[in-house]
């Protein structure tokens, strides 16, 4: 596709439900990575993937979030049990390479409201 | 853990005028990206830069990362409201990996 795409853009969830965000990198790129950002602030680094193979998990705050990337291509990044602090802003973003300066393309997020 | 402050946090200004945003850092980075971020939309890279002391410009803005890698300033000369946002820095390290990004400067443009 044209862009890093997004899905849901919005997602109201109750306490205690469980959510899967989706994303869908631009075609044959090789590095994914998600991020949260709370309002008015920097994102934060939750997960990185390089194709299938999950590098980097260090920023997942809980083992209540999860994230796969089962074919290289698609993303889901999964929250069990939903906590009011876990809403935010969800970001993923994907690049050609894997070097640390390369160009990183974000999509628009999924805003997650938990009440 | 890596920390990067930027400073103002917030700033409104009328067209025309001049500005600087800075981002700062107890920590060297090997990269250091600028970003703007427009309400409902993710960031969208603006520059990178890799040496210390580099500047680069591109149209109004100019960006510099200091000399010993830690800290980056942002100078935006005869603002206009298309420039209106969220800036954030982002720091890379020196492997394929996670960038840090800054605590973002909201800049609001009247006319």
């Known amino acids: 596709g044209a862009g890093v795409s997004q899905s849901p853009r919005y997602k109201v969830a109750k306490r205690g439900q469980d959510v899967a965000l989706r994303c869908d990198p631009i075609?044959?790129?090789?590095?994914l990575f998600w991020y949260q950002q709370a309002l008015g602030q920097g994102p934060e680094f939750l997960t990185y993937f390089q194709n299938e193979a999950q590098l980097d998990k260090s920023g997942l705050p809980s083992d209540r979030f999860f994230a796969e990337r089962p074919e290289g291509s698609v993303s889901t990044l999964k929250i069990q049990r939903t906590q009011q602090e876990d809403s935010a802003v969800y970001l993923c973003?994907?690049?050609?390479?894997?070097?640390?300066?390369?160009?990183?393309?974000f999509g628009s997020g999924t805003q997650l409201s938990v009440l | 853990t890596q920390l990067l402050e930027q400073s103002p946090q917030f700033l409104s200004i009328q067209e025309g005028e001049n500005l600087t945003v800075y981002c700062n850092s107890s920590?060297?980075?090997?990269?250091l990206q600028w970003y703007r971020q427009e309400p409902g939309e993710g960031p969208v890279l603006l520059v990178t830069v890799v040496t210390g002391g580099e500047v680069k410009k591109l149209k109004r803005l100019t960006f510099q990362f200091g000399d010993a890698r830690k800290d980056s300033s942002l100078h935006i000369t005869a603002a206009q409201p298309g420039d209106t946002g969220l800036y954030l820095c982002?720091?890379?390290?020196?492997?394929?990996?996670?960038?840090?990004f800054g605590t973002g400067t909201r800049l609001q443009v009247t006319l």
């Open positions: 982002a720091g890379g390290g020196g492997t394929a990996s996670k960038l840090t």
């Open positions: 920590s060297v980075f090997s990269s």
């Open positions: 973003a994907s690049s050609s390479r894997y070097r640390y300066n390369e160009k990183l393309f």
């Open positions: 075609s044959g790129h090789v590095s």
